[in-house]
């Protein structure tokens, strides 16, 4: 008893999310595995626990014989020996001896111990991972606690270590010891038998919920959200829905005077949000995806999953965005691969067709300003340089030398 094995009930008894019979339940099985490798067998054994007093209490049951009949003193007991135990017994009757810890010797205590220990950690550790699995997809709130490199751990409030990897961090986001951060619970792993609980900034999902926190029609279910789609930090877009012909879905996402998306945004690091009218009609869900551009006119090539876009010249820019990310996510966002055309190319009888360059330009390369809506010389020196960086797969050195082909076409 020296060792503090009861004693240790208090301690054990404190761990988090472990319910009192549960408790109760993993102690008796460490004690009866003490029996076995004692006694051989735990059958005949009664071991009464309480966690709160930190008391135990082992009882050995024995069938009294005669002294000449005992054949297995663990299951048997001699008439002499039995009233020893209590004077009233006799032969045929269960003699009941309680059994002390120091019957089991130190170094079995000991064991006993640590095996406990470790019963109740790994019991631990499944309870945190229950715990998050079922809270996949939700906010958490905790604080940060430790930065590296790569990832940062977070503390919930009850101190359970969470991880927030560097990708899944938007690219602004900027915390210091002891600063409290949102998250969602992305995925929860077990790791070398410990859980491993992932957080993101970066998913859709996180978007998602910190929109039904802001806007009550959608948690009420009055405005669905059909899709979301985000580069984190730069820009993302929003499709929703309202079964009610009198709630407008975009109004009451955004607030009056934007007070609700403000919100979100100053959480996401100033990321802009393009709230979007879903709608099933493919021609209306694009031109509203490309906006603010304005789109001319759209042909929709249904069997390739394709739409070309023709807009005005001043409005290619507007619809291929700051780094293609408007384009990109539109075609995300509808399914379609978006390509954007010049509506008056045709009528631009100064313009030169980027086939023509063929002689100077490697042909692949062409085809990489074609796969994003550039077919022309003034339609490729139009856009900026790190935006067709951004939208292909060309080096800086590339397009600049590609520039200067295409404008000495238009100083001859």
């Not at 002390?100 to 550790?125: N, S, W, Y």
């Not at 430790?146 to 969470?162: A, T």
């Not at 970066?202 to 009550?216: D, G, H, K, Q, S």
Request: proline share 2%; hydrophobic share 40%; glycine share 6%.
């Amino acid at each position: 008893m020296s060792i503090g094995l009861i004693e240790s009930f208090s301690e054990f008894k404190e761990f988090k999310n472990i319910d009192r019979a549960t408790m109760m339940q993993v102690m008796e099985d460490v004690f009866r595995q003490m029996l076995r490798k004692k006694y051989g067998t735990d059958d005949n054994f009664d071991v009464i626990i309480n966690t709160e007093q930190g008391d135990l209490e082992i009882y050995r049951n024995r069938k009294i014989v005669d002294n000449l009949e005992v054949e297995d003193d663990n299951l048997d007991i001699a008439i002499d020996q039995a009233k020893l135990l209590e004077e009233d017994y006799e032969i045929g009757e269960e003699a009941i001896e309680e059994i002390h810890m120091e019957d089991f010797g130190r170094r079995t205590i000991l064991t006993a111990r640590q095996t406990l220990v470790t019963r109740i950690m790994e019991l631990e550790k499944d309870e945190l991972y229950t715990k998050y699995k079922d809270r996949v997809g939700e906010i958490v709130v905790g604080e940060v606690y430790q930065i590296w490199k790569r990832e940062m751990m977070v503390l919930d409030d009850e101190g359970n270590e969470l991880i927030i990897p560097k990708d899944q961090m938007i690219p602004r986001d900027f915390y210091k010891k002891g600063d409290n951060i949102r998250a969602v619970v992305f995925s929860v792993e077990m790791y070398n038998g410990n859980p491993k609980i992932i957080l993101s900034r970066t998913a859709p999902i996180f978007l998602e919920r910190l929109f039904e926190l802001e806007v009550p029609e959608i948690l009420d279910g009055l405005i669905t959200i059909k899709k979301i789609v985000r580069e984190p930090g730069e820009r993302a877009k929003v499709a929703v829905e309202s079964y009610d012909d009198r709630i407008d879905p975009v109004g009451a996402c955004v607030g009056m005077k934007g007070a609700r998306i403000h919100g979100i945004v100053r959480e996401l690091r100033n990321e802009n949000i393009d709230v979007i009218n879903y709608t099933t009609n493919n021609v209306l869900y694009i031109q509203r995806c490309l906006s603010p551009a304005k789109i001319s006119n759209i042909n929709i090539i249904t069997k390739e999953e394709r739409a070309e876009a023709y807009l005005a010249a001043d409005q290619v820019s507007l619809a291929i965005g700051k780094g293609g990310h408007n384009i990109k996510l539109a075609g995300k966002l509808t399914g379609f691969e978006i390509d954007v055309f010049r509506e008056d190319l045709a009528n631009d009888e100064t313009d030169v067709d980027l086939d023509e360059f063929s002689d100077e330009i490697d042909g692949w390369i062409i085809d990489e300003f074609k796969a994003i809506g550039l077919d022309t010389a003034k339609s490729v020196l139009e856009v900026e340089n790190e935006d067709l960086i951004a939208r292909t797969d060309l080096e800086s050195e590339t397009i600049v030398e590609i520039k200067r082909i295409l404008e000495s076409e238009f100083e001859d």
